[in-house]
């Protein structure tokens, strides 16, 4: 199994721009969310998902979206890039019977 | 809100000594809580859960005790390794049913050969 694929690994944008950060997974979880890991504050929920179709806000929700269309997908729009939101990104899943929480690999993202 | 702190943010032992590491929380009484392990450049990998029913956990060299009085979770790693050398961070659940977890911000443990 692949687990929880993040892509890209990398990405460099300019203040303004949008982009899309993707996350699949292939464990058929229901939960989704995604983090941001800054130096000093550790990881913050951004947004989550308790299934297809259902989505919410965590801790630091603005600049960001999110839709769940499929079990599998959970992307992250940012809509205007800005330079506080360079950070590396993590992407996880987690079921109702373990909720341990499997992650992906991260997306280092720059705003320049 | 809840907040959890991991009291050193870095902690240096030498091999075969145990590292102890240490999680604190306030304003909140958790069904459960998780350790994870954080390489660089690598997400977190979960490694134990302990629920607040349980005292103590066990898995190899790693041990997990759980404190709802004192709201404290000690993670212990025996005969420890260079190989053990990572960060690592406890998570609470955020809710009755919730899977929200929060995080600490990591204790970074260096093993000294």
């Known amino acids: 199994n692949a687990g929880v694929t993040q892509t890209p690994k990398f990405q460099v944008l300019k203040t303004g721009q949008s982009m899309t950060l993707q996350c699949a997974q292939d464990m058929n979880h229901e939960y989704m969310s995604w983090y941001r890991q800054d130096p000093g504050m550790g990881l913050r929920l951004i947004h989550y998902s308790v299934g297809a179709g259902i989505t919410d806000q965590g801790e630091v929700p603005n600049g960001y979206n999110v839709s769940r269309s499929t079990t599998e997908d959970f992307p992250l729009r940012l809509l205007s890039a800005a330079p506080s939101q360079t950070s590396v990104y993590f992407c996880a899943s987690s079921n109702r019977d373990t909720t341990e929480a499997f992650f992906g690999q991260g997306t280092r993202l720059t705003v320049v | 809100s809840q907040k959890i702190e991991q009291n050193s943010e870095a902690l240096n032992i030498q091999e075969g000594k145990t590292a102890t590491l240490t999680c604190n929380y306030t304003n909140y009484s958790p069904a459960y809580l998780q350790w994870y392990r954080q390489d660089p450049g690598r997400g977190p990998v979960f490694l134990l859960l302990?629920?607040?029913?349980?005292k103590e956990k066990r898995k190899e060299r790693l041990k997990v005790t759980f404190d709802t009085t004192l709201k404290q979770s000690l993670f212990h790693i025996t005969a420890s390794q260079p190989a053990d050398s990572a960060t690592y961070l406890c998570a609470l659940e955020s809710g009755a049913g919730s899977y929200q977890l929060t995080f600490g911000k990591g204790t970074k443990l260096s093993v000294i050969p």
């Open positions: 302990i629920r607040e029913n349980e």
